[in-house]
């Protein structure tokens, strides 16, 4: 009975192994569009535990970039070199760049890939608050990043001086650049992911901790990874052109709730639009300057109305919402730029709509009264008696009967006007 319980044991770990052994290679794949930032770096390294947890045979992620924060990175390479899986970067399609924090990334990835015609490099960091740093700071912050940057090209046999030369001195490379320098920057030039895929088969590839790796990707179950719909808002929202709507609304919905304290509407959608605002400039250049100059174009706006300047004040805020727009994201990179083709209509319908908001609210305050004494002012009525000079009648108006006085004679039926009000007694003249 022991002989026969082993025989059966060791024949289902045997079909077990040749289920295994049949079983299709998975290859993991995952689009990251956009600026690094924690969003980015949560997705991405949730993907590659996600691999890992699938035994996946290779994680292919597809990045284009223009960069993003360094700490982040940071969070990125140390998945990509902590995976169990091999990690393989590729930048494409066609047209496409991995810059700054995107080419740190590429660096580190087990396999570094292109499409034609795309491009990699200036990885030169850049204060991520907008401030101005001085020389000595820079050359420190260069420093890391390129001592950060060598260790890893090391380790991954990439070419040393290239990719420090990406650091501190802003170079960029082709896609035939990087394959041709010596050694190589990257590994593989495909036209898209499946032709990396096919290419990559059979391959050994060198993982960061010395380890050799042959891929077997042959008649591979490709399967995308995709970003939560929470992920996709807040990677949206970390755009500098959501970034900036978002803090224009802000500010414009909680001026409109201190104008009309109880609307409620404005006050609740300004805060939510300008807390999303503020989780997207945490994660760009931006300078406080044009903050600080967009929130004074909107009070300068608004005083406009409440102060005689005869247009100054209007004409400042209008120029302090251009200038503080424009000085918002303090970055060279043409993606991160607000672009005149948003900046003016928001400026211009912002600007038409604090003035009109404004001016409604002053005409408002301007208006009498119409409750209590001072709404029975002016008001028209009606005489149900006679009433002599001196002495005391009724009149209708206000929708009630009161007693009055007059100062001349006024007969039943005419027509009159309250001239004044003393508690209960009005006093009235002929209309």
């Given at each position: ?17 040749l289920a295994a052994a049949d079983r299709a290679p998975i290859v993991e794949t995952a689009i990251v569009d956009g600026i690094i930032h924690p969003v980015t770096s949560e997705f991405m390294r949730a993907a590659i535990a996600k691999a890992d947890a699938d035994g996946a045979a290779l994680i292919v992620f597809t990045l284009r970039t223009p960069g993003g924060l360094l700490d982040s990175t940071r969070d990125i390479n ?214 600080l100059l967009i929130l004074l174009g909107f009070a300068l706006l608004v005083l406009e109305v409440k102060v005689t300047s005869h247009g100054l004040l209007g004409v400042g805020g209008i120029a302090s919402l251009l200038f503080g727009s424009l000085m918002l994201i303090d970055s060279p990179l043409p993606e991160m730029q607000i672009g005149l083709r948003l900046i003016l209509p928001v400026t211009l319908s912002l600007s ?80």
């Amino acid at each position: 009975m022991r002989v026969r319980a082993s025989f059966l044991v060791l024949m289902t770990l045997g079909l077990a192994g040749l289920a295994a052994a049949d079983r299709a290679p998975i290859v993991e794949t995952a689009i990251v569009d956009g600026i690094i930032h924690p969003v980015t770096s949560e997705f991405m390294r949730a993907a590659i535990a996600k691999a890992d947890a699938d035994g996946a045979a290779l994680i292919v992620f597809t990045l284009r970039t223009p960069g993003g924060l360094l700490d982040s990175t940071r969070d990125i390479n140390n998945a990509i070199i902590g995976a169990k899986t091999p990690v393989a970067v590729f930048v494409g399609p066609s047209g496409n760049r991995a810059a700054s924090a995107g080419f740190l990334i590429t660096m580190a990835a087990d396999i570094a890939a292109m499409a034609p015609g795309t491009h990699i490099g200036a990885a030169h960091p850049v204060n991520g608050s907008g401030e101005k740093v001085d020389e000595v700071m820079a050359k420190k912050m260069a420093s890391d990043t390129a001592a950060y940057a060598r260790t890893i090209a090391t380790q991954r046999g990439r070419s040393v001086p290239l990719v420090e030369q990406a650091v501190t001195e802003s170079r960029s490379y082709t896609e035939r650049e990087a394959i041709a320098a010596s050694p190589p920057l990257i590994d593989v030039i495909a036209s898209d992911v499946p032709d990396l895929i096919k290419k990559l088969d059979g391959r050994t590839v060198k993982r960061f901790n010395g380890a050799a790796v042959t891929l077997k990707l042959t008649d591979a179950e490709v399967r995308t990874i995709e970003m939560s719909w929470p992920q996709r808002v807040l990677s949206a929202i970390a755009h500098p052109q959501i970034a900036y709507l978002l803090l224009t609304l802000g500010t414009l919905g909680l001026t409109i709730e201190l104008w009309s304290p109880g609307a409620v509407l404005p006050g609740v959608a300004g805060g939510i639009c300008l807390l999303l605002a503020f989780f997207a400039l945490q994660v760009l250049p931006v300078s406080y300057a044009g903050v600080l100059l967009i929130l004074l174009g909107f009070a300068l706006l608004v005083l406009e109305v409440k102060v005689t300047s005869h247009g100054l004040l209007g004409v400042g805020g209008i120029a302090s919402l251009l200038f503080g727009s424009l000085m918002l994201i303090d970055s060279p990179l043409p993606e991160m730029q607000i672009g005149l083709r948003l900046i003016l209509p928001v400026t211009l319908s912002l600007s038409a709509i604090l003035l009109f908001l404004v001016t409604l609210a002053v005409r408002a305050q301007a208006q009498p009264a119409v409750t209590g004494e001072s709404g029975m002012l002016h008001t028209p009525g009606q005489a149900l008696t006679s009433i002599d000079p001196g002495g005391v009648g009724r009149v209708a108006t206000h929708g009630e009967i009161w007693t009055a006085t007059a100062l001349e004679p006024i007969s039943a039926g005419d027509r009159v006007v309250v001239t004044a009000v003393k508690g209960l007694l009005l006093t009235v003249k002929r209309a």
